[in-house]
């Protein structure tokens, strides 16, 4: 079974203090090697096996047999060696939910827009077949509806569906710019 390709991350979080403080008792080859496993790991979406993280340290096979011990202190590894960054895992999560969310925000807005686009479609096909200009924006709705014509009831029925479809894709638009500005902060 084949994994789904996923987009690579465009930037990801990086808490420089927190590197820096974890990985002061390292040397700089160390922590070039270590900062290339945590890229590695971000571009991969989730956890190495170790023969990944060794390629990805750039470490050649002896020094990766001194270093190994060092590295995985920052992992837990399972039975099948998979090396899993508890930090990593939690940006990630994150990252799939806000994606999530955005999604369905996206797919919520596009659905309302496609109501909308349908009921400005049915109006100006009413418009078309009745000369009303004069009357669409002041004109109030007549109690007594079973009088109008069937066009004028078509009309009316229209605009109530033209603004309800209005209303629904001003929300799901504040609903994703909502989203958009907790994403930022």
Known sequence: MSRKKRKPLEF?????????GDTAHLTRAQQGGYLQIICAYYDNHGALHENAIM??????????????????RFFTIDAI?????????????????????????????????????????VLSKSLATKDVSNEL??????????????TENELIDARAAVWALEQEAQQAQ?????????GKS
């Open 12 to 20: 990801i979080k990086f808490f420089w203090r927190d590197f820096n």
């Open 55 to 72: 390629k990805a340290s750039g470490a050649s096979i002896e020094e990766w047999k001194t270093e190994r011990e060092l590295i995985a």
């Open 81 to 121: 060696g998979m090396w899993r960054h508890k930090r990593i895992e939690k940006e990630l999560k994150e990252v799939r939910d806000t994606s999530k969310r955005r999604s369905a925000s996206g797919k919520k807005g596009g659905q309302a827009k496609a109501k909308l686009a349908s009921a400005r479609q």
């Open 137 to 150: 924006s002041t004109k109030p709705v007549p109690i007594a509806r079973q009088r109008l014509s069937k």
């Open 174 to 182: 504040r609903e994703i710019d909502e989203i958009d500005a907790g």
